[in-house]
């Protein structure tokens, strides 16, 4: 399981006409995917790729590359943050193939973006079982034993967000004098840690976020500056592609929102904000 990655946003004072992409990877094959046994003899974090998950990261690198290059401009640089899970900086390197030195303006590892922890050492019966009840029991909210739940990884993730926006907004990626605002930042990092970090930037409920879905292995979300200066998946996504990924329409609805909304602008009817709220039948059962 290798799985994915992060995003990034902007802070309202940022100018509309500074451009970012965020790019969001997704999963490779590693040999925890190929051997589940793998997880009770090796680390976690020391589970590597397979040559499939090799050759995935660098086709990823490669629409990658493709993909910020696209606008026809030749400032264009590209800033990593990583999980230290060994997977995902083996997917970096492969990814990384794909760039030349010139245009890498950095690589940061995060441990904040690690996957989410399943307990050390995973006994491969138990882990079965313990899957079972997290299904039951609910995605979100499911601590594994010794481990964490998807609450507590949005607990990290949240901290993290606020050092990527602080990050963002004091240009930490490029030496003063030489910033150009054609700017790309990659995370890669793991499937749940990424959708948490969706949930937590764009407030979707825990209910919204137990409907997503996991990334195919290499492939990519990508958060873009709109026409505001806010990000959305939905400038460079579309809507039935989100769809697949799990959003619903009320998701693609703010999407949208966000694709033409400035900096500083709230999205009031979004979610539960007002009266709605009381007026909605909800079953807890």
Same mark, same amino acid.
């Given at each position: 399981?290798?799985?994915?990655?992060?995003?990034?946003?902007?802070?309202?004072?940022?100018?509309?006409?500074?451009?970012?992409?965020?790019?969001?990877?997704?999963?490779?094959?590693?040999?925890?995917?190929?051997?589940?046994?793998?997880?009770?003899?090796?680390?976690?974090?020391?589970?590597? &790729?397979?040559?499939? @998950?090799? /050759? %995935?990261?660098?086709?990823?690198?490669?629409? &990658?590359?493709?993909?910020?290059?696209?606008?026809?401009? +030749? +400032?264009?640089?590209?800033?990593?943050?990583?999980?230290?899970?060994?997977?995902?900086?083996?997917? &970096?390197?492969?990814?990384?193939?794909?760039?030349?030195?010139?245009?890498?303006?950095?690589? /940061?590892?995060?441990?904040? &973006?690690?996957?989410?922890?399943?307990?050390?050492?995973?006994? !491969?019966?138990?882990?079965?079982?313990?899957?079972?009840?997290?299904?039951?029991?609910?995605?979100?909210?499911?601590?594994?034993?010794?481990?964490?739940?998807?609450?507590?990884?949005?607990?990290?993730?949240?901290?993290?967000?606020?050092? =990527?926006?602080?990050?963002?907004?004091?240009?930490?990626?490029?030496?003063?004098?030489?910033?150009?605002?054609?700017?790309?930042?990659?995370?890669?990092?793991?499937? $749940?840690?990424?959708?948490?970090? $969706?949930?937590?930037?764009? !407030?979707?409920?825990?209910?919204?976020?137990?409907? $997503?879905?996991? =990334?195919?292995?290499?492939?990519?979300?990508?958060?873009?500056?709109?026409?505001? @200066? /806010?990000?959305?998946?939905?400038?460079?996504?579309?809507?039935?592609?989100?769809?697949?990924?799990?959003?619903?329409?009320?998701?693609?609805?703010?999407?949208?929102?966000? !694709?033409?909304? !400035?900096?500083?602008?709230?999205?009031?009817?979004?979610?539960?904000? %007002?009266?709605?709220?009381?007026?909605?039948?909800?079953?807890?059962?």
């Amino acid at each position: 399981m290798a799985e994915r990655r992060g995003n990034i946003p902007a802070r309202e004072r940022r100018r509309p006409d500074e451009r970012e992409e965020q790019n969001t990877m997704a999963g490779w094959s590693t040999v925890g995917n190929v051997d589940e046994a793998a997880y009770t003899r090796v680390p976690d974090p020391r589970i590597g &790729l397979t040559a499939k @998950g090799w /050759r %995935d990261a660098e086709e990823c690198g490669r629409r &990658l590359r493709e993909l910020v290059s696209s606008d026809g401009e +030749d +400032d264009w640089k590209v800033y990593f943050y990583v999980s230290p899970y060994r997977r995902t900086l083996e997917s &970096l390197r492969g990814i990384g193939r794909a760039f030349e030195p010139h245009r890498v303006a950095g690589v /940061r590892e995060e441990p904040r &973006l690690r996957e989410q922890d399943f307990g050390n050492f995973q006994d !491969k019966e138990k882990m079965r079982v313990e899957k079972e009840i997290r299904r039951r029991y609910g995605r979100f909210f499911y601590r594994f034993p010794n481990g964490e739940s998807a609450a507590d990884v949005y607990d990290r993730i949240t901290g993290f967000r606020e050092t =990527l926006r602080g990050d963002i907004d004091i240009g930490r990626f490029q030496p003063p004098g030489r910033r150009s605002p054609n700017m790309n930042i990659i995370i890669v990092s793991h499937g $749940l840690t990424l959708r948490v970090f $969706l949930m937590r930037w764009y !407030k979707w409920s825990v209910r919204q976020f137990e409907g $997503l879905n996991n =990334l195919g292995n290499g492939g990519a979300l990508v958060m873009q500056t709109g026409e505001g @200066g /806010r990000y959305s998946l939905l400038v460079h996504h579309t809507a039935d592609e989100l769809r697949e990924f799990g959003l619903t329409d009320e998701m693609l609805q703010d999407q949208l929102w966000q !694709k033409t909304a !400035k900096l500083g602008e709230t999205n009031y009817s979004f979610m539960t904000n %007002d009266q709605s709220f009381f007026d909605a039948h909800v079953n807890f059962t």
